[in-house]
């Protein structure tokens, strides 16, 4: 690999990155087509069921693709799903060599796509870049290898580790700045989770509420995905008047088996879908809801709840990062704190985070952290 190689490939994973809002369940992915050091065509996976990177490359490259090297961030697939195969597309076409930045972690694929080309002729290898491929589908990678989506959890802080007055009141810890930020986060997640607790009190919405403009790779007046809404909601507390119930989009209730028959129906009737799951300590297995989440396709969900479901999802294992948004205010002792971790008694029983990046939002700080896997 050469210079021009990486140069060609980091133009692909540019593209691959305008699909954040997008391409949902499929993975994010970019492809840039080079004839004598020459880009002739490119194209990222833009909707579901559309054309994948490679065919759009293809179609505007036309002749020039022939003999030409692609540059694609996922393996090309070789198996019918929503569209027919990029293997065969690449062969048809007379490209000569395809630079991979990682191997399909699908196991309809994983190596095969590489395979079948090398088969055709044509060369096909793997590797470029593949740390900046990977971190623009940690879902689709995690949900592929482990069976379940990524995990992002958001929180909004006081600088005294507050996130809603004893009352339950916190509208608005944060700043505008940063409420626009987590819709962002919202747009490029398959689904939004909260428990019960927070949606009686706060009744939320759930919703992505930013136009088309605010988010790269959409048109104009273009609409935008709504993630799925998914509330914990163990013995089915929810009350059909729920403000998430008549919106767009889809709204999830998991609730624990045989969990009030009545309310169930009544629910499904004001349009919710009701999925029963195993039971962990009287309360809705999380890992369970994950693992279902993942079977519907899900690949990266949002947490945004309170302490308890927040800090049972911390100490299971399930959080995969912390996004925390810092407000420069104080709310006192009274107030409720991010996560609900009892047991912690000494130093040594500390959660250790790692910090990834410090960024500043508005007047707020936004962290990303993940846990520290000791």
Sequence with gaps: MNAADHAHMARAIRLARLG???TDPNPRVG???VRDGESVGEGWHRWAGEPHAERIAIAAAGERARGATAYVTLEPCCHQGRTPPCTEALVEAGVRRVVAAMVDPNPLVSGQGLAQ????GVEAEAGLLEREAAALNPGFVKRMVQGLPYCRCKLAASLDGRTSMATGESQWISSEASRRDVHRLRARSSAIVTGVSTLMVDDPSMTVRLASADLPGLEPGEPIRQPLRVVVDSHLRTPPSARMLALPGS???ACLAGANPAGAETLRGAGARV???PEDRGRVNLKALLRWLADQEVNEVLLEAGPTLAGTALTGGLIDEL?????PHLMGDD???LFQLPGLTRMEHRFPLTIDEVRRIGPDLRLRLRPARI
């Design 20 to 22: 954040l809002y997008t």
């Design 31 to 33: 492809c840039v087509l």
């Design 117 to 120: 080309l090398r088969g055709s």
């Design 251 to 253: 709204t999830l209730i």
């Design 275 to 277: 999925v029963e799951l």
């Design 323 to 327: 996004v925390l948004y810092v407000a």
């Design 335 to 337: 107030a409720r704190g």
